[in-house]
């Protein structure tokens, strides 16, 4: 199934975890997909060459969100990219992945740097990439923002992570209004526990721990979170905008 034939894409923090599997995923269902990560490393380099061997098509895009030029840094390259292989800047798919999270800091001790900083990635970064984006994206253009399920079950040592994120699902909410008479749609995904990269999925006890939290028994994997966003990204989506999508497992039902 080519869902994304002819489809360009951005996914914002894709080197790795949940973005890395949606790249992955909009790439296999024939996608361009533009692969950010902050830079420096290899790994954006390795989901390109991944993708490029299962017979897709990608690029790595660098650019460190979160600081002063972030936005026009993250489209000098995407608009060069998209512009040597087709001949266009145009942005069919914008999907908002990269985050940081708070790290379990206890209230007490959370420091108002931190606080600026989780912001400062976490929500400021999406919301000028959507206004930058603008005026890439197509008349039936999808944008996807990844939220989590921490804006709808309490975790003391994550509020301002928590924070960000109810204010990523704002951006749902207030921009489908804005962008829905181009006929692009604006979701926010709320992913429970999944697996990334991070050590503590290698520690039994924990991910047992982790995954009790969930209905179906077991933590999240990369893909059941791909899997969401590219329904939301694609044609049957286009109903739907504006809305939270639970993909927590079923944390959430208490
Ligand atoms: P990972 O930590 O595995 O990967 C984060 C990605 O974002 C990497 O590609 C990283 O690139 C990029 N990134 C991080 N900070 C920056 C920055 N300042 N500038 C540019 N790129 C950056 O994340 P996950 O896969 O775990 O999470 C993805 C999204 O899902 C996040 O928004 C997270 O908040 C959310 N989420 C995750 C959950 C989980 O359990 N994993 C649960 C709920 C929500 P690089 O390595 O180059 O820095």
Redesign the pocket.
Known sequence: MDRFAGKTALV?????????AIAVRLAGEGALVAV??????Q??DDVVAAIEKDGGRAFAV??????PG?VHELFLGLEQGLKERTGSVELDILVN?????GGGVPVEETTPEQFDRLFA??AK?PFFTIQRALRNLTDGGRVVN?????THFANPEEIA?AMT?GAVEQLALHFAKYLAPRGITINSV?????????PVFGVPEAVEQMARLSAFGR??E?HD?ADVVAFLASDDARWVTGAFLDATGGTLLG
């Open positions: 914002t923090g894709s080197s790795r975890g949940i973005g890395r950010h990560s902050s830079g420096g490393g790994a954006a660098q650019a460190e969100l979160g600081v972030d992945n990269a985050g940081i999270m990635v976490n970064a990844i939220s989590s399920g921490l992570y994120k709320a992913p429970g526990i999944t697996r990334n990269g991070s933590v999240g990369p979170v």
